[in-house]
Structures are given as structure tokens and as C-alpha cells.
């Protein structure tokens, strides 16, 4: 199994016999979606968030509706209450019938339809004596020429697909770089709306404190239903939509679950890096985690003076919030756990193992050791980059400015020579993604940003082109012309015959003054983490040729599957945790929190309170749940 027990869907044909030794009970055929016309589990499980990427849901009914966590329907949930003037994260929401659910803005759910192997026709592409960043763009302009080919083939014949043209995305994904590649597509759905979500008192509850920790009593799960056209197109909201029917969909088990069950996992986890040498987890260690832990901290600061403004503020602000608090909470986790079980150390053994089996790995980890000190001399530069790019929850303004010059340089470009971004095909997502984040700024609170941003520039040496006065950043942030909804519904008009004012915007006239800069930072990053990225290969392959271990893919967004038991566990001397909760640990929570003077994220509404206090039954409802999965973010629980 290796150090993987999270597998690409395409897998589960081969590890059946493996998933049926620890409980598996159906045919490995009626998992995977993805191989067959046939419908299987995975034809049940979607991508939850804007443009599909978020977290996992699940169709749980035959009219659309779509079961996920709160958290992963949170911003959802912010954005129609900002549009609703109400505020459904705090109050929670429920719709009596189909004509009461919300659309949640910016919302879209993605069916992975198929998955191909498209390595030869990546890899084909490189030369023995391409230059790093030459290597880098080349497979850039392949995967995007490969998935544009695609999508344009499968719009011609989605109806023997079974999905609406409309609603066609084929994405390449790395799976090694160099070595593998995958060809995805998915089905958008674009109309999706909110049925359910608790309030933030049981969605969220026991908050950051008990955020990644056991034991947990939170409600995190919300309802959500996706819609198309009435003749079953994929469309944009409308009044006389109608819900999808899904191919697939999951039946809830009024059982529960008991000790020693085992459990499948289906869901779209996020990134991992599973494969890293040493080097790699020591700049993680010692330079990249501490930086952003600093950094999340001192935005959840600022976060904390502007929220306390009134109800609008607290909105505006609720989703980077809730994203940094969760950032922060599992960065220093990371770190913890990493220097308490010697992550380092232990790959470094196995290296050496590696060395002393093949003495050319050697030169493969000094060259890694090299680039990794390139990329931390000039990690001050770029993290202040970042920041003027208003990057990691940076100003959403500085961004605009960004993307906005970038724009007018890359679109001047034929399409297959731009970076990614700006291709015809994914031009309308990044016209989203920012018109989304410049609708929700909180001007005091994106002043600071700003400002922050520019005096993290100063103090790495990097130019800040002399834009701003004292006093001028306020200003700037009121009367911004990129705020203005045109600007970013039609980029290409926008940023190729632009209105004089945008060019004498401040944020523009910074981000074109920075451009050079940022390209010539840009491209050496490429060059260094292409180079990276060959080392990492061919270290692959060494320790591939010396070892019994299977090596799988990372993870990285695209649906995977895991597998596991029901279990608890003993996380330290004379410590055991159960396998489940109780709603009767959430009221010893809330009556603790009540005597010891109050605490806001361990209190629930005073209707279940009363309820618990007088039911022994209700206070016996399972609340949550530990497996032994691979249980990377990202992945929702199917209990077979």
C-alpha cells in the first residue's frame, strides 16, 4: 500500500482484492464512474465551491440534492446573505419547499464524467536539451492544448455523453511530473442553491479550539440542490430551472455505524506532497510554514478590529475568517506534528538508505539541496511580491490591479502562448473568481491590507514605485475604477482598449510599474522548481528500483478514493479516544462553557439545550465520527 491510502479512482479495479480483504462487499464496477458508461458511485459525488473547487458533496436524492459540510457551503451561504440582507451563516437557514431555496452566488458543483492516461502525448513534447523554464511552459501549453482539444471534441458529441455541452471542462492534471499526466472532465452545473445550513452556533461549533481536534460535536454538514434548464442543460441561475437527476446518488444509513466497520471513502481532497525529500520538509520546516503562520495570524488580527463594525462587516469578512483561522489551526498542527515525530530526520534515514543502495541519488539530493537554497535566499522578495499581489487572503484590490496589467499584456499574445490564466477557455474563470472578491471588500479593513502589503515590500528591499502617499490609501481604496462590475465582466475589452481612467488607477499604475519585476521573478521560480522537479523524478525512480513500496500519486483536487475501519485511538500516554460522539458531549460542552463565564463557540440554541437537558434519547444521537482512512481534506465519508 505504501505511504498512500487515498488512491485515484481509476485504481480501485486494481486494489479490489486488497479493499475486499478489509470489508469491501460490492464489485469494484460500481465504484468507479469514471471507466464505464455504467452509473456507479462516483457519478454521485461532486466538487463543491466556486468554479467546482472547494470541497466534496454528495447527490443524496434523485431531484439534485446535494449532502457537504458547512464549512464547505459556508461561502455560499455568506454570499446569499450579503445579497438577501440577511445573515444566514449566524441564523442558519432552511427552505419550507423548492420555491424558498437561495441561490448561492458564485456556486457551482462538477461530476467527474472521465478520466484518460494522456502521459505520451505530454511527455512527447520535451527535448533533452530544453532549457528549465523552456521545459516548464512546454508542458504548460501541452496540458492546455490537450484539455482545450478535448473539451471542443466533447461538446461535439456530449449527447452521447449524457451531459449538456454547455457544461463540458476537461482539465490535465500532473499526477508525476514529467512522467504522468491524466485528462479529467467534468460536468459543470452552474445553478445551485441552498437548502439547509445550521447556524454557525452547531455548524461550526467548539470553533477553532476544537477545529482538527478530538472530540468534535459539530453539525458540519449543510444541503444543497443543483438545477439545469428544463430540457437538461446545464444553465445559469433562472426561476424556471428545474433540479438535476443525478446518475448516481448515495442512500443515507439510519444504522450508524459501529466499531470495526469498515468505511469507503469517495471526495476530492486537496494537495499533498507524500514523496518530499528532506530538503524540502527542512525549508517547509524552517522557512515557508513559519511565514504563513506569522502572516495568518497578523490578518486574523486585523480581521478581529474591522468585524466588530456592524453585521455587513462581519460578513464581508467571515469567509477569509473562517479560511485563515482554518489555515492557521492546521499549519501550526503541521508544524507540531512534523518536528514530534522527526519528519525530517526519518526521511533523511531513508535517504541515506537510498545512497547507500544507489550512490547516484546522491548527486540527485545535493543539486536538491541547491535549488531549495536559491528558493530560500529569495523568499523575502517573494513573499512581498505575494503580498502586492494580494496573495495568501492579501487585498483584493491589489490583485485586481494585478490580473488587470497582466491581462493587457497577455492578451495582446496569440491564446497558445499566454499563460494559463488568460487561454480564451479560462479567461471567464478568472473573471469570476475576481469580480467575486472585489463584491465583498470592506474598505477599512482592505486599507490595511494595503498598507501591510506595502510595508512588507519596504522592508524586503522591493520597490514600491512611489504610488502611494501618506494618506492616499484610503482614497485609493474608495475610488478605485476597478471596483466597477464592467471591468472584470469583460477583462478582455477591459485591459485591451482600456479607459484612461483604469490606467491612472493607482492599483494599475502598481502593478505595471512591479511587472517587470514580477515577470523576471515569475520565470526564475519556474526554472528553479522545473529543475526540482526533474531531481524529484529521477529520485523517483531510484527509490522505485530499491523498494517494495508502491508509489501512487499525489493528491491534487482530482477525485480519489480511501478506505478504512471505524476505530479510535490512544494520541498520548494514558489518553484513549472513542469512535464516536454524542450530542450529550456537545450539552457537557455548552454547560462547561456556562460555568467557567461563557465561551461563544462552545454555545447552541437554547431550544436544543432545553431539548437535551430533558431527553435522555436526544442527548444518544450520534454526532461524529473517527475512521482509520486516509483521510486527506477534502474527502466525504461513505459508509458501505
Known amino acids: 500500500m505504501?505511504?498512500?491510502?487515498?488512491?485515484?479512482?481509476?485504481?480501485?479495479?486494481?486494489?479490489?482484492?486488497?479493499?475486499r480483504d478489509m470489508g469491501l462487499k460490492i464489485d469494484a464496477r460500481k465504484i468507479d464512474g469514471t471507466s464505464s458508461a455504467d452509473a456507479a458511485l462516483s457519478d454521485a459525488l461532486v466538487s463543491v465551491g466556486a468554479s467546482g473547487r472547494g470541497g466534496t458533496g454528495s447527490?443524496?436524492?434523485?431531484?439534485?440534492?446535494?449532502?457537504?459540510?458547512?464549512?464547505?457551503?459556508?461561502?455560499?451561504?455568506?454570499?446569499?446573505?450579503?445579497?438577501?440582507g440577511a445573515d444566514f451563516v449566524t441564523t442558519g437557514f432552511v427552505a419550507r419547499n423548492r420555491t424558498a431555496e437561495v441561490r448561492g452566488p458564485n456556486t457551482e458543483v462538477w461530476l467527474t464524467r472521465e478520466c484518460a492516461d494522456v502521459s505520451a502525448e505530454v511527455v512527447e513534447v520535451l527535448r533533452d536539451g530544453d532549457d528549465a523554464l523552456t521545459r516548464a511552459n512546454k508542458v504548460?501549453?501541452?496540458?492546455?492544448?490537450?484539455?482545450?482539444?478535448?473539451?471542443?471534441?466533447l461538446k461535439n458529441r456530449a449527447a452521447a455523453l449524457g451531459v449538456s455541452a454547455e457544461?463540458?471542462?476537461?482539465?490535465?492534471?500532473?499526477?508525476?511530473?514529467?512522467?504522468?499526466?491524466?485528462?479529467?472532465?467534468?460536468?459543470?452545473?452552474?445553478?445551485?442553491?441552498?437548502?439547509?445550513?445550521?447556524?454557525?452556533?452547531?455548524g461550526n461549533f467548539g470553533g477553532d479550539e476544537d477545529n482538527f481536534e478530538w472530540p468534535r460535536h459539530t453539525a458540519d454538514f449543510a444541503l444543497l440542490r443543483a438545477y439545469v434548464s428544463p430540457d437538461g442543460a446545464v444553465a445559469d441561475y433562472d426561476e424556471a430551472n428545474v433540479p438535476f437527476r443525478p446518475d448516481s446518488r448515495l442512500r443515507l444509513c439510519g444504522s450508524g455505524a459501529a466499531d470495526g466497520d469498515f468505511v469507503f471513502l469517495l471526495g476530492y481532497p486537496g494537495s499533498t506532497n507524500r514523496y518530499a525529500p528532506s530538503r524540502r520538509l527542512r525549508y517547509s520546516d524552517e522557512v515557508t510554514t513559519p511565514a504563513l503562520i506569522r502572516d495568518f495570524k497578523r490578518k486574523l488580527e486585523l480581521i478581529g478590529k474591522y468585524e466588530v463594525d456592524d453585521d455587513v462587516a462581519?460578513?464581508?469578512?467571515?469567509?477569509?475568517?473562517?479560511?485563515?483561522?482554518?489555515?492557521?489551526?492546521?499549519?501550526?498542527?503541521?508544524?507540531?506534528?512534523?518536528?514530534?515525530?522527526?519528519?525530517?530526520?526519518?526521511?533523511?534515514?531513508?535517504?541515506?538508505a537510498l545512497v547507500k543502495a544507489a550512490p547516484t541519488a546522491a548527486v540527485l539530493l545535493q543539486d536538491l539541496e541547491l535549488i531549495y537554497g536559491e528558493l530560500e535566499d529569495g523568499e523575502d522578495a517573494l513573499d512581498a511580491l505575494a503580498a502586492l499581489r494580494g496573495a495568501y487572503f492579501g487585498s483584493s484590490l491589489l490583485a485586481a490591479g494585478h490580473y488587470f496589467h497582466e491581462a493587457s499584456v497577455e492578451l495582446k499574445k496569440p491564446d497558445a502562448d499566454r499563460e494559463a490564466d488568460y487561454?480564451?477557455?479560462?479567461?471567464?474563470?478568472?473573471?469570476?473568481?475576481?469580480?467575486?472578491?472585489?463584491?465583498?471588500?470592506?474598505?477599512?479593513?482592505?486599507?490595511r491590507l494595503v498598507a501591510d502589503a506595502l510595508d512588507a515590500a519596504r522592508a524586503a528591499g522591493v520597490p514600491r514605485q512611489g504610488v502611494f502617499g501618506k494618506g492616499d490609501v484610503a482614497r485609493a481604496v474608495r475610488d478605485s475604477k476597478l471596483r466597477a462590475s464592467w471591468v472584470f465582466a469583460d477583462l478582455r475589452t477591459a485591459a485591451g482598449d482600456p479607459d484612461p481612467a483604469l490606467l491612472e488607477d493607482p492599483f494599475v499604475v502598481l502593478a505595471t510599474r512591479l511587472y517587470p519585476l514580477y515577470a523576471a521573478v515569475r520565470d526564475s521560480g519556474k526554472r528553479l522548481l522545473s529543475d526540482r522537479d526533474v531531481c524529484l523524478s529521477a529520485l523517483l525512480d531510484l527509490q522505485r528500483q530499491h523498494s517494495d513500496e508502491h508509489f501512487w500519486p499525489d493528491c491534487n483536487g482530482a477525485l480519489r478514493v480511501s478506505a478504512g475501519h471505524v476505530r479510535g485511538y490512544a494520541p498520548a500516554d494514558a489518553v484513549a479516544h472513542g469512535a464516536r460522539t454524542t450530542l450529550a458531549g456537545l450539552l457537557d460542552k455548552v454547560l462547561e462553557a456556562r460555568l467557567r463565564g461563557g465561551a461563544d463557540h462552545y454555545e447552541a440554541p437554547d431550544a436544543l439545550v432545553a431539548l437535551l437537558e430533558r431527553d435522555g434519547a436526544a442527548r444518544a444521537t450520534p454526532c461524529c465520527l473517527l475512521y482509520s482512512t486516509d483521510t486527506v481534506g477534502g474527502l466525504s465519508l461513505i459508509h458501505i
Open 167 to 202: 457544461g463540458v471542462r476537461c482539465e490535465v492534471q500532473e499526477q508525476f511530473a514529467y512522467e504522468t499526466y491524466v485528462l479529467f472532465t467534468y460536468e459543470r452545473l452552474r445553478d445551485v442553491r441552498i437548502v439547509y445550513a445550521p447556524p454557525r452556533s452547531l
Open 59 to 84: 447527490f443524496v436524492s434523485d431531484d439534485g440534492l446535494i449532502l457537504t459540510n458547512w464549512h464547505v457551503a459556508h461561502e455560499a451561504v455568506r454570499a446569499a446573505s450579503l445579497a438577501e
Open 2 to 19: 505504501g505511504r498512500f491510502r487515498t488512491w485515484p479512482i481509476t485504481a480501485v479495479g486494481e486494489l479490489e482484492p486488497v479493499l
Open 423 to 447: 487561454r480564451d477557455r479560462n479567461l471567464p474563470f478568472l473573471q469570476r473568481r475576481l469580480a467575486a472578491r472585489l463584491e465583498g471588500i470592506h474598505e477599512p479593513h482592505e486599507a
Open 314 to 352: 462581519r460578513l464581508k469578512l467571515a469567509g477569509a475568517k473562517k479560511s485563515l483561522a482554518n489555515e492557521l489551526k492546521r499549519s501550526d498542527g503541521k508544524l507540531v506534528v512534523a518536528r514530534k515525530i522527526g519528519l525530517v530526520e526519518e526521511r533523511g534515514a531513508e535517504e541515506a
Open 140 to 153: 504548460r501549453d501541452r496540458r492546455q492544448e490537450i484539455a482545450a482539444y478535448a473539451e471542443t471534441a
